[in-house]
């Protein structure tokens, strides 16, 4: 098997690496950390570009997202707080408060005008960008929210969550938080860490296994 080493090691953060994106069109990207920052960085030199992002009295970061039109990332921690924050002021242009639990997963409408979230409080929340209120609140039955994804045409939701073979992955009407269905799972005990839908509409999942004694 051959072996792969990286292009660049960069180092900056003090805390675990939650999450990253890549600012489209651009050699840069994005990180958020459990330190509680978020650092954009560049590919070519691996070099940190300018100071770390913080917001006054945030906890450490657990997810991260980009806006379609990579003007916006919004991210969440352990506070329970979603915030937005405009990627060439590197300030926070809105705090939204609601959640009772981390916030662990974050996915933007394809016409960016929505961000869902997920928390461990078990609910997945759907909030307008423009007014910063929720517009849906889904309580999901899931112990806890890993992971939330909008399918291409952002009109379902799928959630993901650990410890429960056999409601591991539900599937939502993002209009409307009406369950439409449960797919089946027949492994064992596993965590769903991600989510993915095809150009077709279709959902995959990724599951880290739990095997137990």
Known sequence: MPVITPCQTMRGHTGHVRSVVHIPGKRQIITCSADGSLRPWDLESGVQIG???RDENSAGLRSMALSPNG???AS???DGKVRLWNVETRKVIAKWTAHTGVVC???????GERVASGSWDGTTRIWNVNS???ILAIKTGHNWVYVVMY???SSKLATGTGGDKDKAVKIWDAKTGELLNTPKYD???CTVRSLA???DGKLQAYVRIIWLD
Do not use: H, M, Q
Request: aromatic content about 10%.
């Open 197 to 199: 839908w095809t150009s």
């Open 151 to 153: 399918s291409p045409d």
């Open 132 to 134: 910063g209120r929720t």
């Open 76 to 78: 969440g921690g352990n």
């Open 105 to 111: 997963t974050l996915c933007w409408s394809a016409d």
């Open 187 to 189: 492994g064992p005990l």
């Open 71 to 73: 003007k916006i990332v």
């Open 51 to 53: 100071e770390g992002w």
